[in-house]
């Protein structure tokens, strides 16, 4: 599975962005797509997943309630809406698909992950 991520920008706090990750390839194969996100000098981090099988939805903590992530599988293409944006969301934002058995509390760790995409750039301005 070959995937791209899309969307990214500048935006002010308070403010929203759709991230699209878009699908090619063998996208029948995949489980659950995940969005990840690495600000400077941190961690990359789980932000949210979809699983193919059920349509299951997992959050972190941080952006529960504020984004929402959802899947278009006639277009490939998985979003993430995000509202309310806070300065701690810039981030370079990564999509990746799982081609193996998805269970819920794994859904959110890159390890599960086996295809990524390149990175789009989220900059929240206070």
């Known amino acids: 599975v070959q995937l791209q991520a899309f969307g990214g920008g500048l935006v002010q706090a308070g403010g929203s962005l759709r991230l699209s990750c878009l699908a090619s390839?063998?996208?029948?194969?995949?489980?659950?797509i995940g969005w990840f996100r690495q600000a400077p000098g941190k961690e990359r981090e789980g932000v949210a997943s979809?699983?193919?099988?059920?349509?299951?939805?997992k959050y972190d903590e941080s952006v529960k309630g504020r984004f929402t992530v959802s899947a278009d599988n006639v277009k490939n293409t998985v979003y993430l809406q995000m509202n309310s944006l806070k300065p701690e969301d810039t981030a370079v934002y990564f999509c990746?698909?799982?081609?193996?058995?998805?269970?819920?509390?794994?859904?959110?760790?890159?390890?599960?992950?086996?295809?990524w995409g390149q990175g789009t750039h989220v900059t929240v301005s206070s």
């Open positions: 979809i699983r193919n099988r059920d349509g299951s939805t």
């Open positions: 390839g063998f996208t029948l194969g995949y489980t659950a």
């Open positions: 990746a698909a799982s081609r193996s058995g998805m269970i819920t509390s794994s859904m959110l760790y890159s390890y599960s992950y086996h295809d």
